[in-house]
């Protein structure tokens, strides 16, 4: 099975571990030191590396681009339940991070959008798992809603 870091620069490594930390997620040390830290989301299957913004640009020659004035990508993570996604977003915001947008709630899925210190964009997620297994149109029909897109 095929493992998926997603990588995001930082101004301040323990900051960000703290914020990571906060949401739930662990440090794995064998992959962690002074330059990035990585941070486990589901064991064996996805993580973040968190690298300072230095060590970030050894790995590009493009300039890296700030996060707090311009998205280029929003990370998303979906999680087993509605409260699991209020309770992540709420120590989130208590460690530092901002909700820009307010929730959005589909009915067969809800999301929320968080904002790291860094500016870097986290939706949490949760979706019906018989619509993720139907598709959210299938799902709609069955239900006697309207098309959701």
């Given at each position: 099975?095929?493992?998926?870091?997603?990588?995001?620069?930082?101004?301040?490594?323990?900051?960000?571990?703290?914020?990571?930390?906060?949401?739930?997620?662990?440090?794995?040390?064998?992959?962690?030191?002074?330059?990035?830290?990585?941070?486990?989301?589901e064991e064996d299957h996805s993580a973040f590396m968190?690298?300072?913004?230095?060590?970030?640009?050894?790995?590009t020659d493009l300039p890296i681009g700030d996060p707090?004035?311009?998205?280029?990508?929003?990370?998303?993570?979906?999680?087993?339940?509605?409260?699991?996604?209020?309770?992540?977003?709420?120590?989130?915001?208590?460690?530092?991070?901002?909700?820009?947008?307010?929730?959005?709630?589909?009915?067969?899925?809800?999301?929320?959008?968080?904002?790291?210190?860094?500016?870097?964009?986290?939706?949490?997620?949760?979706?019906?798992?018989?619509?993720?297994?139907?598709?959210?149109?299938?799902?709609?029909?069955q239900q006697g809603a309207p098309d959701p897109s």
């Amino acid at each position: 099975m095929a493992m998926i870091f997603v990588n995001l620069p930082v101004t301040d490594l323990d900051r960000a571990k703290a914020f990571y930390t906060a949401l739930g997620f662990t440090i794995n040390p064998l992959f962690t030191d002074d330059n990035a830290a990585c941070v486990v989301v589901e064991e064996d299957h996805s993580a973040f590396m968190i690298l300072t913004r230095e060590f970030f640009q050894t790995f590009t020659d493009l300039p890296i681009g700030d996060p707090t004035s311009a998205a280029s990508v929003a990370t998303a993570v979906m999680l087993d339940s509605r409260d699991h996604v209020d309770s992540t977003v709420t120590a989130g915001l208590g460690a530092g991070g901002t909700e820009a947008r307010p929730a959005t709630d589909y009915g067969f899925m809800y999301q929320r959008q968080l904002t790291d210190p860094d500016g870097n964009i986290l939706e949490f997620g949760w979706m019906d798992p018989k619509a993720a297994e139907q598709g959210p149109e299938a799902y709609a029909q069955q239900q006697g809603a309207p098309d959701p897109s």
